[in-house]
Every structure is written in structure tokens, then in C-alpha cells.
């Protein structure tokens, strides 16, 4: 009852502010430097032309399909800016025009924004570890999640986050991504380490039949364009 409870306020408070949402292309380059590098100059070019609220990059240290593969993200504050967007867009169609280097989008998909971590974006970077999650169960997930964001809090770990996703499209339908922010590797090595304590283990062992990871990754993420509040 308890959860069903949560469910409906968290449906309700997402119903009455948009949902915020991520556009997540999957894209392969051998010159990750160079794509970053592009990325710094033409990304707040785009993110102001397109209305994004944020705009980045990710690149696997662990976990992805293939090594050279590349995430780029863009974040909107609702489904309707995510998805409002004319590829035709002269500014982006310039802006592409300037990869002068060998890259290939390969996949494009949206994800719900479920959980945001307090702090978006935790800075210029930071590391992650994202783990996908198949579960029958969203409002019992959600809750477990915020008790670890919670858990890490009162033991003193204040600059990181977490966040939760649902995706929409392709492999990953239905399914939910946890990621685990840290400043650094160093920080998120110690969040990791942090899961052999006894609060943490106590909140997986409420949760572990009513979830399954499907796939986790180990990522560096770069932000190179966040939209400025009035």
C-alpha cells in the first residue's frame, strides 16, 4: 500500500511539472579527443538553438558494447522540448559541418528523467557508474534509490548524486538506469566502497528479488552546455 502510495504522489508530481526527459545518441569515433574538443566548441551553440537544458558526453571506461563508443547526451525539462526539434536546424547542420573527423551515430533513444540528483550537471565532470535495471516493481525501485541517495548522505559523502532513468526506445524499453555521480574516480571508488557497509547491504537485500541488473557501465562524463535560469 505503502508503495502504491508513492507511486501515485510521484505520478502526480511529475504530471503536474512535465516530465523531464534525456536524448541519448550511441555513436562510435576512433578520435575521442577530437570529438570532445568539437563537442566544447559547438554544443552550446546547439543547446541554445534547440532549447536544450543541458548537453554532454560520456565515454565508457568499462561495460560498453565496443571501445571506441562514445554517449552524447542532451537533457530537456519536459518530453515536449525533447522531442520539438527540427534536425534541420541551420545552426546544427553548421555546427556538423565543423566534425572534421571520422564519427558515426549508430543509435538514438529517449529516456524519463525519474531522479534527479540535487546537483545537475555535479560539474564541468565527473565519473559514473550506470548499471540497467530490469524490474517489475518501479515504485519499490524509486524508493530504494532514494534511500541510497539518502544512505550516502548521512555518511558524509556530500558531493556526489544519483539518478534514475526509464527508457522509452530500443534495447532499453521499459527498463530503468540507475547511475551512481561522483566529482571524480577516486570519489566513485569510494561510493563503491561504501556499498559494503551494512546500511547499504540491508537496503539491497529489500530489493534484491525485485530486481535484476541487466548491464552496468563505467563512464567519464564531460558537460559543455547547460542552459542558464533566470
Not at 540528483?117 to 517489475?136: M, Q, R, S, Y
Request: hydrophobic share 45%.
Amino acid at each position: 500500500m505503502k508503495r502504491l502510495l508513492f507511486f501515485m504522489i510521484f505520478l502526480v508530481s511529475i504530471s503536474a511539472t512535465a516530465m523531464p526527459g534525456m536524448k541519448l545518441f550511441t555513436l562510435k569515433t576512433p578520435d575521442k579527443n577530437a570529438y570532445l574538443e568539437w563537442l566544447k566548441d559547438s554544443g552550446p551553440k546547439i543547446g541554445n538553438a534547440i532549447k536544450a537544458s543541458s548537453i554532454g558526453v560520456c565515454f565508457p571506461d568499462a561495460g560498453a558494447p565496443e571501445l571506441n563508443t562514445v554517449y552524447l547526451f542532451r537533457m530537456a525539462e519536459s518530453m515536449t522540448n525533447l522531442l520539438d526539434v527540427d534536425p534541420s536546424n541551420p545552426v546544427i547542420a553548421e555546427e556538423f559541418s565543423k566534425a572534421n573527423f571520422e564519427w558515426e551515430i549508430t543509435t538514438a533513444d529517449y529516456w524519463d528523467w525519474l531522479i534527479k540528483p540535487e546537483k545537475w550537471p555535479l560539474g564541468e565532470e565527473w565519473a559514473a557508474w550506470n548499471v540497467a535495471i530490469k524490474t517489475d516493481d518501479i515504485p519499490a525501485y524509486l524508493s530504494f534509490a532514494e534511500s541510497v541517495r539518502d544512505g550516502y548522505k548521512n555518511n558524509n559523502f556530500n558531493d556526489v548524486g544519483i539518478s534514475v532513468w526509464r527508457g522509452r526506445t530500443g534495447e532499453f524499453t521499459g527498463l530503468l538506469m540507475i547511475s551512481l555521480l561522483a566529482s571524480d574516480k577516486a570519489g566513485l571508488g569510494a561510493m563503491l566502497d561504501e556499498q559494503q557497509e551494512a546500511w547499504f547491504q540491508n537496503l539491497v537485500s529489500q530489493i534484491a528479488n525485485k530486481r535484476q541488473p541487466v548491464r552496468g557501465f563505467m563512464l567519464m562524463c564531460h558537460n559543455v552546455f547547460s542552459q542558464k535560469k533566470n
